[in-house]
């Protein structure tokens, strides 16, 4: 256990229908990350937040996508009208500036499948 | 996009034995990070090499960085059963206020009783 939570830790939905996935990051960290995985594939990096600045996003995150991160602590991921190709394990890791190199503590993971 | 590529895909291997994984990476960067992954679980990170560093050590752990070939191998020695998951490089390129890992696609490796 990193210390990093994800909630759900799985969620069915139907095409269409919208879904939203929690994280809550280390208590001390200001750097809050967003990856998804596919299966037999590394995470690809979506989102990255400073405190409640959401300073980069990826070509992946489409307009469907949308993260905030309201008081610099938890985060959420909503998708909007859901694809059967959003199905993935979608992963939030945490960091501090201060960590050696940055180092990134992850959490388990939501696994969505869209039916 | 996948910046690095691990080599084998797969390994298998008796408890015991060593288990070299390799990882090649297209651009410069600041640093590589190597994590594990069990069957549907998060990201543990295991190691970071700095790209000033050559080799790094931890518990049965050794890893190499070559940046004039922009590659990395990962080492864990006398495997055992425990060590069966996936394993990860990722490197960690900053500019600017990027931040981001980039992740290559794994090694499964299988140590067998």
């Known amino acids: 256990d990193t210390g990093v939570s994800q909630n759900p830790r799985h969620k069915i939905t139907k095409r269409g229908q919208n879904v939203t996935f929690r994280c809550d990051p280390i208590?001390?960290?200001?750097?809050l990350y967003w990856y998804r995985q596919t299966l037999g594939q590394g995470p690809e990096f979506l989102t990255y937040?400073?405190?409640?600045?959401?300073?980069?996003k990826s070509r992946l995150l489409s307009d469907r996508f949308s993260a905030e991160r309201p008081k610099g602590s938890f985060s959420t991921l909503e998708i909007q009208r859901t694809e059967q190709g959003d199905s993935a394990m979608y992963l939030c890791?945490?960091?501090?500036?201060?960590?050696?190199?940055?180092?990134?503590?992850f959490g388990p993971g939501t696994r969505l499948l869209v039916l | 996009s996948q910046q690095g590529e691990e080599d084998p895909q797969a390994l298998s291997i008796q408890e015991g034995e060593n288990a070299t994984m390799n990882c090649s990476y297209k651009?410069?960067?600041?640093?590589l990070q190597w994590y594990r992954q069990n069957s549907g679980r998060g990201l543990v990170h295991l190691i970071l090499?700095?790209?000033?560093?050559r080799e790094k050590h931890s518990g049965r752990l050794r890893v190499t960085l070559d940046t004039s070939k922009k590659s990395s191998s990962l080492l864990i020695t006398a495997s055992r059963a425990a060590d069966t998951a996936s394993y990860f490089c990722?490197?960690?390129?900053?500019?600017?206020?990027?931040?981001?890992?980039?992740f290559g696609s794994g090694t499964q490796l299988t140590v067998l009783p």
């Open positions: 890791a945490s960091s501090s500036m201060t960590l050696p190199g940055e180092t990134q503590y």
């Open positions: 208590s001390e960290h200001n750097r």
């Open positions: 937040f400073q405190n409640e600045a959401q300073l980069e």
């Open positions: 651009t410069s960067i600041n640093n």
């Open positions: 090499i700095r790209s000033n560093e």
């Open positions: 990722a490197t960690l390129i900053s500019s600017g206020s990027a931040r981001q890992l980039t």
